[in-house]
Every structure is written in structure tokens, then in C-alpha cells.
């Protein structure tokens, strides 16, 4: 009988604010043997590119200050309702208190998070006008680092609607759970067509995580917009 793949085992559990019974994406999924990452994985773009009759050159982006304020947001249970008037999510009755404020000073920029993933490249720079950046609060990470994760919401002319999110302390977590409350966070509430976790290299147990990633249609980004950092592996799945 197929089995759902093992999450990553540490104490601390998954992002606090994934409960009752799993998604559908995260059940039914076969086991087959583990395995480190793929040398040449199939090539992946993200976000990939909207048809258009009227476009077919790459859109240049004014340089400008991030003007829009991070904001902090926390991952629903499966059961939760969305609320896209709101500027935060609905907190769970078990979460003890909300997220950061956007004055927390650890908060990261757009303009940080985009220099993390995208370190030396002027056009992810000049994509500040389309980029969103906020915090996804965890309620019971076993470590700082698995409690908050930055991210950005990347809104590129003629591209799909992103969410990417930095993705440290990934391995002292149940994956597959948070990442599946993540996808229903990008598709439901953020209404992003893509997301994109950023994984260090040097995370242990990269290879499993990127395993567990892949009973979630996760595929190794080969082709990001920008130039991306050396030291991340970038891992999108289409919502």
C-alpha cells in the first residue's frame, strides 16, 4: 500500500498554524527510493512568461525606491477563511499573539530579500516597483530561524504573479505540511500563480528536502528572472 513520503523529522513540528486534517496536496503520494539532488534537473522557468499578441520584448523596469510596506502575515490552517479585504491574515485561536509589525526593524525590505535571492543583478534592483515584501510567522518553529520566513511577492509586466520566500530552517520542519499551507497561502489569499522556495546550500539534508519537494510538483528552478544567488538552490511549483 502507497504510503505519503516522510516529512522532515525534528522536533518543533511544522509551521504552527498548519492543523487539522492535510490538503490535498499533500496526500496520496508513493515513496520511491531517496535521492540526492539531480546533476541536470529539466530546466524550469519561473514565473513563466503571459501570452501576449502585443509583446514580445523584455519589459525594462524604472529605477525607484520600494514604496510599498512590508507586511507581516501569518500561515491559516486549512480550515481557516480568507479575508482579501484584510491587510493581515486571520490568526488562528491557537496562535498567541501576531506577527511582526512592518516597524519590526528584522524585518526585511523587498529591496533585502531581492538582494539575497538576486545579489547581482541591477534588473532584480530595478523590479522594486512590482515587488511586495512581507513575513510569514510561524507559531511553533523549533528554531528562530523555522519561526519566520521572508519573502516577496514579485509582480513582473507579462509574468505570473510570484511568491518567493527564503526558506531557512526548512530542514527543522514537517515540510511537506508548511509548504502546502504556504501554496494556499500564495494561491488563495497573495492570488499568485507561482511560488519559489530558496533553499541553502549548505541546509543539511538539502537532497531530502528537495525530495519531499517534488511529491509537490516542485521542480529546481534552472531559469529564474534574474541572475540568482550561488549559495540557494531555487525549488517552483505552479499553483
Not at 68 to 80: A, E, F, Q, R, Y
Request: hydrophobic content about 35%; overall charge negative.
Amino acid at each position: 500500500m502507497d504510503k505519503c513520503p516522510p516529512d522532515i523529522p525534528k522536533s518543533g513540528g511544522s509551521l504552527g498554524c498548519v492543523t487539522g486534517n492535510p490538503t490535498s496536496r499533500a496526500t496520496g503520494f508513493p515513496i520511491p527510493p531517496r535521492f540526492p539532488i539531480p546533476a541536470s534537473p529539466s530546466s524550469t522557468s519561473f514565473p513563466r512568461p503571459i501570452p501576449s499578441a502585443h509583446s514580445h520584448h523584455v519589459p525594462k523596469y524604472p529605477l525607484t525606491p520600494d514604496s510599498s510596506p512590508d507586511l507581516p502575515h501569518n500561515i491559516p490552517s486549512p480550515n481557516s477563511h480568507y479575508s482579501k479585504s484584510n491587510s493581515q491574515l486571520q490568526t488562528p485561536p491557537q496562535s498567541p499573539e501576531d506577527g511582526p509589525s512592518s516597524n519590526d526593524p528584522n524585518t526585511l525590505t523587498a529591496l533585502e530579500v531581492l538582494a539575497t535571492l538576486f545579489p547581482n543583478s541591477e534588473a532584480a534592483r530595478a523590479a522594486l516597483p512590482y515587488a511586495r515584501a512581507l513575513r510569514i510567522t510561524s507559531r511553533q518553529g523549533a528554531t528562530p530561524e523555522a519561526s519566520t520566513w521572508d519573502g516577496v511577492v514579485l509582480s513582473l509586466p507579462g509574468q505570473e504573479r510570484t511568491l518567493y520566500v527564503i526558506g531557512r530552517g526548512a530542514e527543522a520542519l514537517m515540510l511537506r505540511e508548511s509548504v502546502t499551507a504556504l501554496l494556499d497561502l500564495a494561491d488563495e489569499y497573495l492570488e499568485c500563480t507561482a511560488f519559489v522556495i530558496a533553499l541553502e546550500k549548505n541546509t543539511p539534508g538539502l537532497g531530502d528536502l528537495v525530495h519531499a519537494l517534488t511529491y509537490l510538483s516542485g521542480q529546481i528552478v534552472k531559469k529564474p528572472p534574474f541572475v540568482p544567488n550561488p549559495a540557494y538552490v531555487l525549488v517552483g511549483i505552479e499553483l
